[in-house]
Structure formats: structure tokens, C-alpha cells
């Protein structure tokens, strides 16, 4: 069966961190960009960040760039997202997708994961 579960979301004060994962199953991981979306409720999805199948080029928002990071562990089939110096402008549903291609930024995805929500408030 083909999905992502991600994992590790929760409450954090502000300055603080968080790392989510997500575990993907039912396909090769190492044959797709992998990439974080995120959705405040009543606004649109935006791209956070991408990486590629080797991790040799990854994206970010200009809104997070020099806060978060992406990586991914291919023998575990999974990717990560590094969450620092949070701010309560990022608190969100976070959802790992997986890319069509091998490219970074994300343009086309094939699966969603069901989220997992931070939220940063003191």
C-alpha cells in the first residue's frame, strides 16, 4: 500500500524545535524528490521545503530558509524535517509529499501524507 505517515508534531514555545518524520511505504523512496507542504486552515498550501533522491539539492521557502532542514534517510525510507527557532507563524498541519520526478522544487505530487499538526504558542 502506498503512504506517508508522518510523525512528531506537537506544542512548542516560541524559539523552540521540533523534528517531524515521515515514513513512506509501498514504493521506492529513493526514486522521488520528497518534500514538506503546510496548511494553515483557510489559506493555501505552501511548499516548505524539497529534496532530492541523493539529498544533493534541497529547497526551501523564503520563509523558512536558515530555520528548517530537510534530509532523508534512504535505508530507512524516510525523510525528516528539522524545525528550529520557531515561530507561532508556524504553527500549521505539516504534510510530507512525494514528488512524480526526481526534482526539486516539488511540482507535481503523487502522495500526500495525512499530516501532523504544530503549532507554537507560548
Known amino acids: 500500500q502506498l503512504q506517508l505517515v508522518e510523525s512528531g508534531g506537537g506544542l512548542v514555545q516560541p524559539g523552540g524545535s521540533l523534528r517531524l518524520a515521515c515514513a513512506a511505504s509501498?514504493?521506492?523512496?529513493?526514486?522521488?524528490?520528497m518534500g514538506w507542504f503546510r496548511q494553515v486552515p483557510g489559506k493555501e498550501r505552501e511548499r516548505v521545503a524539497c529534496i532530492t533522491p541523493s539529498g544533493g539539492r534541497t529547497t526551501y521557502a523564503d520563509s523558512v530558509k536558515g530555520r528548517f532542514t530537510i534530509s532523508r534517510d534512504n535505508t530507512k525510507k524516510t525523510v525528516y524535517l528539522q524545525l528550529n527557532r520557531l515561530k507561532p507563524e508556524d504553527t500549521a498541519v505539516y504534510y510530507c509529499?512525494?514528488?512524480?520526478?526526481?526534482?526539486?522544487?516539488?511540482?507535481?505530487?503523487?502522495?500526500w501524507g495525512r499530516g501532523t499538526l504544530v503549532t507554537v504558542s507560548s
Open positions: 509529499v512525494s514528488d512524480v520526478t526526481n526534482a526539486c522544487p516539488i511540482g507535481y505530487v503523487e502522495l
Open positions: 509501498g514504493f521506492r523512496l529513493d526514486y522521488h524528490a
